[in-house]
């Protein structure tokens, strides 16, 4: 398949189910593998959730709105496939559709003039739907091609510069065709991405408190990475916007996540309470609460306590 999906607790209502799709999906359209540099936002603003059993379908209602069935897509491919379903839709988490032996579709590049082909029915099909072959998309990869040509012209600039090149470089008008190169190619490597603001707040409330958090987005809702009194933590994001102000909060966490959690993960691991309206941010360290011998007496829910102990 194209993309491998990572097991996450989210759905389509979930504040942070698009944020981990963009991961998923590794920034670009599940569908025609539009990249988000592409569309000049670099950022997930031309990007959609979308339903790949649509929502309209009503024999598969109660999935629709699962993670497993949302996909990371770019405006154009999600407006293109609509409400369409069919079993010989090729499906970029389950099917090889540009890779593997016998790929169904096959080119796409600069010997056949950007133009994708077919091998068989179900290629013709998954083409005609999302429009590969448009004028758009056809100039999207020429455009692509020729980023990919002048970042490696950069990256041989680069080279000639740490060589030491310009010691030997008269011409003027040469040493700054290799300097603007090099501009280019640093400018483009400091390009970073938005994770949005739910997790940028998290970020600045645990810099502000002088601690190093690395956001990952791992399986099982591991979203960031953090180090506490020299322990290495992974911890779920979950934000409470609520403006009050309390000495202590009650939160529930349902049994099966930390079943889970207890019997996958093989690290430290815990919840990140953010309360970005009140400036403060929780640590609730699961992993030294919780034990497989503590497993089954559990209830379907638990409910845990926030204090000042927690408050980081």
Excluded at 39 to 48: I, M, Q, R, W
Excluded at 115 to 127: D, V
Excluded at 274 to 300: A, N, Q, R
Excluded at 303 to 308: A, F, S, V
Aim: glycine fraction near 4%.
């Amino acid at each position: 398949m194209e993309y491998e999906r990572k097991f996450r607790w989210a759905n389509y209502r979930s504040s942070k189910c698009k944020t981990y799709l963009r991961n998923d999906f590794l920034f670009t359209c599940a569908y025609c593998r539009l990249h988000e540099e592409e569309t000049g936002f670099a950022n997930s603003d031309y990007f959609e959730v979308d339903h790949f059993i649509p929502k309209a379908d009503l024999k598969y209602s109660s999935k629709v709105h699962l993670f497993e069935n949302l996909y990371y897509s770019c405006k154009k491919c999600n407006s293109a496939k609509g409400e369409f379903l069919s079993d010989e839709l090729l499906d970029p988490c389950r099917d090889y559709i540009f890779s593997g032996k016998n790929p169904p579709i096959t080119g796409g590049d600069s010997l056949n003039n950007f133009i994708f082909t077919y091998s068989n029915s179900k290629g013709e099909l998954y083409i005609n739907t999302f429009k590969l072959n448009s004028r758009v998309s056809v100039d999207i990869r020429r455009a692509r091609h020729k980023h990919v040509c002048n970042m490696n012209k950069k990256r041989s600039y680069l080279n000639l510069i740490k060589g030491g090149i310009c010691d030997k470089i008269t011409d003027n008008g040469a040493l700054l065709v290799l300097l603007d190169g090099l501009y280019a190619l640093e400018l483009t490597k400091s390009c970073t991405y938005s994770n949005g603001e739910e997790f940028e707040n998290v970020i600045k409330l645990l810099n502000a408190q002088g601690i190093d958090g690395k956001l990952v987005f791992d399986e099982y809702n591991m979203d960031i990475f953090v180090t506490i009194n020299s322990v290495d933590i992974y911890c779920e994001i979950i934000v409470d916007n609520t403006s009050t102000v309390k000495s202590e909060y009650k939160k529930f966490i349902e049994s099966d996540k930390i079943k889970t959690w207890v019997n996958k993960l093989k690290y430290q691991f815990g919840i990140l309470y953010c309360f970005p309206k009140l400036g403060k941010i929780y640590l609730y360290p699961l992993s030294i609460t919780f034990d497989e011998c503590s497993m089954s007496t559990l209830k379907k829910k638990i409910m845990i306590t926030l204090t000042k102990e927690h408050l980081l």
